[in-house]
């Protein structure tokens, strides 16, 4: 499953280039996955809700096309690996009116996440804790092309 969220570029998202931040991606990364979220009915409240947090363990971008002030972007997002200690997105970046399905994106990234005690930040396994979601995740998991589902060998 693939969210589409757009963002509209603000000017103060922009360098003295005009063009975005490269910084400022990782927000708009973070606005798409609290979409993705919310659109597969397990929003991130509802993560703190049940005393956990699940924090960012890393993060990879690649730039391509630049995006400038007023042009919107829109952030296609899916999870590409799930298993009980971390959990990848991956994000790809295009500007509006682009086809999604053929158009190179202007920027792609990964962002790796685990799950954590939000009381002591010690970490815990997703399957255990918070089984529903990642039941969820098993659903709407779109591995790398190529790639088979984690814990599934490739056929």
Do not use: W
Not at 14 to 25: E, K, L, P, R
Not at 36 to 42: K, N, Q, S, V, W
Not at 51 to 73: D, K, Q, W
Not at 121 to 143: G, N, T
């Amino acid at each position: 499953m693939r969210v589409c969220t757009p963002i509209t570029i603000r000017y103060a998202e922009t360098d003295m280039m005009g063009i975005v931040y490269h910084a400022n991606y990782l927000l708009y990364f973070e606005d798409a996955r609290t979409a993705f979220l919310e659109a597969i009915g397990f929003p991130y409240n509802k993560i703190e809700e049940t005393g956990y947090i699940s924090p960012v363990v890393s993060f990879t971008v690649n730039y391509g096309e630049p995006l400038r002030y007023g042009e919107v972007a829109v952030v296609r997002t899916r999870i590409v690996s799930s298993r009980p200690t971390k959990t990848v997105y991956a994000y790809e970046v295009f500007k509006q009116g682009q086809d999604v399905e053929t158009a190179r994106p202007c920027c792609t990234g990964q962002s790796v996440h685990c799950l954590v005690d939000a009381a002591t930040f010690k970490p815990v396994s997703l399957k255990r804790a918070l089984p529903e979601l990642y039941a969820r995740y098993a659903e709407v998991l779109e591995p790398e092309d190529g790639a088979a589902p984690s814990g599934h060998p490739a056929s």
